[in-house]
């Protein structure tokens, strides 16, 4: 299965997360409509509250597209308003005219055949093996492997130390989150009336890379990361939080298992 990376697009119409104001942003739909629009650029759009109409209304009189949620042509997504693993932002691209997802999908097929330029660096050979093997003293090589210097996987922010807020928005979209649902792919743009429907499969793949996707059921990175090192200080070994005493934890998961992104930040401690 692939999802293209959603064309950015989608989600520069904030206008399509009107839906999801309340549950994600703590915001009324008509206030957050009404932020938006109350200094559109366009006066056709800015919303006049002198008129004593609501956000909502004012500009469903204007809207240039109707049946899809915001301002640019979209499709909702079969969970619309909420999100899910088919669309976080609810909402689909796609152009009127042809099946679902289309260009999305032929946007997709192309990506997948495109690989890095070649370097015009030119290489030195001995300083190139002296920089191997820095990179893998330091242990970069446990995530940068192949030719494409990855190991494919989503890293928690605090493992990485990179910045958390992306992850923080996501994990917003845990209590407004639908099922995994997705129209036939011969489905027709504008859509039918009782679209045909499948769920995608999530089997074959991993739990936690899903968790850590959408940051859903993941602890502040800070309390894992005290957790992490404690339970590294104490047993030499890295453990999850389901192995600590069941006094601390309060719940009654099955004790022993290793917790992969401690032994992310500790491997040595991990390996022995
Ligand atoms: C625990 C896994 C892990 C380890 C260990 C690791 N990295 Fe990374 N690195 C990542 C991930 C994941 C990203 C992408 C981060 C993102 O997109 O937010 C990344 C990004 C990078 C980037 C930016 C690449 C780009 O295309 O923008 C560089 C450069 C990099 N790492 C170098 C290193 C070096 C040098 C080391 C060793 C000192 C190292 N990394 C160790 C996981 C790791």
């Known amino acids: ?5 959603v064309p950015n697009a989608q989600n520069m119409d904030a206008l399509a997360q009107a839906g999801l104001s309340k549950p994600i942003f703590g915001l009324d739909k008509e206030v957050y409509m009404g932020i938006l629009l109350q200094r559109a650029a366009s006066s056709k759009y800015r919303y006049d509250p002198a008129k004593g109409t609501k956000p909502s209304e004012q500009f469903a009189a204007v809207d240039p597209t109707p049946d899809s949620p915001g301002i640019i042509q979209s499709v909702p997504s079969p969970a619309h308003p909420r999100s899910s693993f088919v ?5 689909l691209s796609s152009v009127p005219g042809y099946p679902i997802n289309r260009h999305t999908l032929a946007m997709s097929a192309y990506q997948n055949t495109l690989k890095p330029p070649r370097s015009h660096l030119k290489r030195d050979a001995r300083l190139a093996a002296e920089g191997e093997a820095v990179f893998r003293r330091a242990g970069c090589i446990t995530c940068h492997a192949g030719p ?3 190991n494919n996987r989503i ?3 605090d493992v990485l130390g990179t910045n958390p807020s992306r992850a923080r ?15 036939d792919y011969d489905t027709p743009v504008p ?4 679209p045909k429907l499948h769920r995608m499969p999530l089997n074959g793949m991993s739990e936690e890379q899903i968790r850590l996707a959408f940051a859903h059921g993941i602890r502040r990175a800070a309390t894992r990361r005290r957790a992490c090192t404690a339970s590294i200080g104490r047993r030499r070994t890295c453990t ?9 934890r309060g719940n009654t998961a099955s004790p022993g298992r290793s917790n992969p992104a401690c032994c992310r930040i500790r491997p040595k401690v991990c390996a022995r």
């Open 240 to 248: 999850t939080a389901a192995s600590r005493p069941a006094r601390s």
């Open 1 to 5: 299965m692939t999802f293209s990376g």
């Open 191 to 194: 859509l039918p009336k009782k």
């Open 169 to 183: 928005s996501f994990k917003k979209t845990e209590k407004f989150w639908g099922p995994p649902l997705m129209y």
């Open 148 to 150: 494409y210097l990855t």
């Open 155 to 157: 890293v928690a922010t």
């Open 87 to 91: 669309s976080v932002s609810g909402v």
